[in-house]
Antibody, heavy 112, light 112 residues
């Protein structure tokens, strides 16, 4: 069974940092490009960042470019999202996804 | 960025009724490999999104054949034949041909 389990969310003050993790199992993680996608409360889905299977290609949404860093460790079957200079508008449920498979999300709340 | 225009924003249906959802993109979604990376997702209440249809017309794993996808280039349609109670939720189209990936605003399917 494919599983994507996110962790690392929480309440953080504006300007601070947070690192999300996503542990994958049930499929060959190293063969798949992966994404972080977020959903603000009561809103639609917003793509945040993508990374290719070997980390050769990385893309970011303009809204997070320069502040967020996506990375992966294929030996650990884990995807990461390092978030810095957090803003209130970054408050959302963050999903780890291959598009074909989605985790349950981890909630990031940016508030003083 | 590719703009995904999804209509209608909401649908009120009776069980057993058939419905269609439209998704139009601001530019062609045909990638250089000849494939079209237009997918449909369903987010049931309180759940993570689930892949229904990938690459325009291919059923996701375990998705009943009441769901079908058609379209090409810039114009796509999701059809649900004989709606069942488990089909309720918000449907999203997403294009993964061009970065940034972009989503439609969603169509909320509710019971009449």
């Amino acid at each position: 069974e494919v599983q994507l389990v996110e962790s690392g969310g929480g309440l953080v003050q504006p300007g601070r940092s947070l690192k999300l993790s996503c542990l994958a199992s049930g499929f060959t993680f190293s063969n798949y490009g992966m994404n972080w996608i977020r959903q603000a409360p009561g809103k639609g889905l917003e793509w945040v960042a993508s990374i290719s299977s070997s980390s050769s290609y990385i893309y970011y949404a303009d809204t997070v470019k320069g502040r967020f860093t996506i990375s992966r460790d294929n030996a650990k079957n884990t995807l990461y999202l390092q978030m810095t200079s957090l803003r209130s508008e970054d408050t959302a449920l963050y999903y780890c996804a291959s598009l074909g498979y989605w985790g349950q999300g981890t909630l990031v709340t940016v508030s003083s | 960025d590719v703009v995904m225009t999804q209509t209608p924003p909401s649908l009120s249906v009776a069980i057993g009724q058939s419905v269609s959802i439209s998704c139009k993109s601001s530019q062609s979604l045909v990638y250089s490999d000849g494939k079209t990376y237009l997918h449909w997702l369903l987010q049931s209440p309180g759940q993570s999104p689930k892949l229904l249809i990938y690459q325009v017309s291919n059923l996701g794993s375990g998705v009943p054949d009441r769901f079908s996808g058609t379209g090409s280039q810039k114009d796509f349609t999701l059809k649900i034949s004989r709606v069942e109670a488990e089909d309720l939720g918000v449907y999203y189209c997403v294009q993964a041909t061009h970065f940034p990936y972009t989503f439609g605003a969603g169509t909320k399917l509710e019971l009449k």
